[in-house]
């Protein structure tokens, strides 16, 4: 039995599989971009060179660079070590590199490399975020009880939505009876997108509680403060103590 094949279709595969992995040479020297993303939307790219008929293969620094944009080189250096120890390739503190690859061994090398400097940077931007989310916590728990009594202020809640989910949650201020849940919200994609889930879901339950999202400076989120803004309102640390007290009291 023949099957028979649609070139069309086959043509627009084949035409996404070049999309995906693009090469660029320099003399001596390739770079071949690959599918593989950076926590900041950049593609992971891996450089080649060759000596006799040896490989040398290296993400360039690349992803110490990713974890450097958002302060967390240290971060990133501590789980690259680790990383490059289990996968067999070495990490010189910068860069992740195959020293000496066959051309049976090159893709692998490649996928490695790749793999490796991608995943040390998403570890470290998750990491980052953890920090930053506490001590942003903590700013928040400080500037609410200048506003309500210690004992209206719960932190560290898990509070369930209409999901039945439960979403961990930094602050809950119960003022008058009335439940308000409050969240540190950085500019970053991930810090808007986890807190926007998480209120969206809250929020329809059938009685929702109060959820505000408390960000530096508005201006710093862009578009996103309209992703926030659908399920939450969206507040500045400095506000009036006023305007916590009438959030709170509208419940």
């Known amino acids: 039995m023949t099957i028979k094949i649609d070139q069309k279709f086959a043509s627009a595969v084949d035409a996404v599989a ?9 003399g001596s020297a390739s770079l071949i ?9 950049a593609a ?11 490989f040398f293969v290296t993400d360039m620094g690349l ?12 971060l990133y250096a501590n789980s690259a070590k680790p990383m490059a120890e289990h996968f067999g390739i070495r990490f010189d503190n910068q860069a992740f590199f195959v020293a000496e690859a066959n051309r049976d061994q090159l893709a692998g090398a490649v996928t490695i490399v790749a793999n490796c400097s991608s995943e040390a940077a998403a570890l ?23 506003v309500f009594p210690k004992a209206e202020i719960t932190r560290n809640v898990d509070f369930v939505g209409s999901s039945t989910h439960k979403w961990p949650v930094a602050t809950m201020v119960t003022h ?13 994609h991930t810090s808007v997108v986890n ?20 960000v530096k400076k508005k201006t ?29 009291e509208a419940a």
């Open 18 to 26: 070049r999309e995906l992995v693009t090469t660029e040479h320099f």
């Open 33 to 41: 971009k690959t599918p593989l993303m950076y926590p900041s939307g």
């Open 44 to 54: 992971a790219v891996v450089q080649v060179t060759q000596h006799h008929d040896r």
């Open 63 to 74: 992803g110490q660079m990713e974890a450097d944009m958002i302060g967390a080189s240290l």
């Open 124 to 146: 470290a931007a998750f990491k980052a975020a953890e920090r930053r989310f506490e001590e942003d916590s903590d700013v928040l728990y400080r500037r609410l009880a200048t």
């Open 176 to 188: 008058n009876h009335k439940v308000s849940l409050f969240e540190p919200v950085s500019k970053h």
């Open 195 to 214: 807190a926007a889930v998480k209120f969206n879901d809250i929020a329809r339950l059938d009685n929702p509680p109060q959820r505000i999202a408390v």
């Open 220 to 248: 710093e989120l862009g578009n996103y403060l309209n992703v926030l803004s659908q399920s939450a309102n969206v507040i500045e640390y400095e506000v009036p103590d006023a305007t916590l007290i009438r959030l709170a």
